[in-house]
């Protein structure tokens, strides 16, 4: 079954704002990559924001894309920050140990100002 | 042709999904609103539903090693004090099932970034059965307890053997 997700750019001040649409599954890891991409491209990213939408699913396979995200940002010392979740995901996302390497946050206001 | 959602009586549901990446959310919006009608709370709910899919999920690609003629087989059960749910599929059983996870060797890349579907069941139900064999297959059985009023909860008395107390 296809799954498309969407994305958009956004720079805010020196954060770079990375706007992932859709479920966030096995099947994000090709839209994911190429959004990272596309942000780490711009040369100057090197904090990065990750909002997701708050009524996305997002299952075990779709966090491991997230994790192999998070081994290129800690290569290049990034600083990553995520909004949007929704109160169970960020619950999600506290257990596996997401906030260890990702500050995590309840808006993207919350985060910009802690970002900057 | 068998029904693929059945209303076995007014406290079982069943179930019976294809072995595609996607269908686990049917099973899990069939589990939460069944256990809406017997009163789990929408926290527990979101949390039956992460358990639901990822066990599925797991089924599907494991048991079932992906195979698309194979089904994924789920019974809901809503009791007095908890809602029970099976995930049924055809393989063999879960070789292992990690009690903990090291997301700073994930991140490292000392391990693959995958594996932590049960890991997550196991933080979310109050009991887990990796384990159960059954005719034709393997069931991961979960229950999660109904919330009681008053303390202390008569929700223990129900102890079966060789099953994982969630970490809740």
């Given at each position: 079954m296809e799954q498309t997700n969407q994305f958009q750019l956004k720079q805010q001040n020196d954060v770079t704002v990375l706007h992932i649409q859709g479920d966030i599954t096995a099947q994000s890891e090709p839209v994911i990559n190429e959004a990272y991409k596309k942000a780490d491209d711009q040369?100057?990213?090197?904090k990065i924001l990750v909002q997701f939408e708050e009524d996305a699913y997002i299952n075990s396979g779709g966090i491991a894309v997230l994790i192999q995200i998070l081994a290129h940002t800690q290569k290049k010392n990034q600083q990553i920050g995520i909004t949007g979740l929704s109160d169970h995901f960020k619950k999600i996302f506290n257990m596996v140990g997401i906030s260890k390497f990702a500050g995590i946050y309840n808006t993207v206001e919350d985060a910009l100002e802690a970002m900057s | 042709m068998k029904e693929k959602i059945r209303i076995v009586d007014e406290r079982t549901v069943e179930v019976d999904l294809p072995n595609m990446n996607g269908y686990e959310r049917i099973a899990m919006e069939c589990s939460a609103s069944f256990a809406k009608i017997g009163g789990l709370s929408k926290e527990r709910i979101e949390d039956l539903k992460t358990a639901v899919s990822e066990a599925c999920l797991n089924a599907m690609e494991h048991g079932n090693k992906g195979r698309p003629e194979a089904r994924v087989v789920i019974s809901m059960h809503l009791g007095d004090k908890d809602f029970r749910v099976s995930v049924k599929d055809e393989g063999n059983g879960i070789p292992h099932v990690p009690q903990n996870i090291d997301i700073r060797r994930k991140v490292a890349k000392l391990e693959p970034p995958n594996g932590l579907g049960l890991y997550l069941i196991q933080q979310l139900v109050d009991r887990v059965d990796f384990n159960e064999k059954t005719d034709g297959g393997h069931v991961v059985k979960m229950v999660l307890k109904m919330e009681c009023q008053?303390?202390?909860?008569?929700?223990?008395e129900d102890q079966t053997p060789t099953v994982i107390e969630g970490k809740r």
């Open positions: 040369g100057a990213a090197q | 008053t303390a202390p909860c008569p929700c223990d």
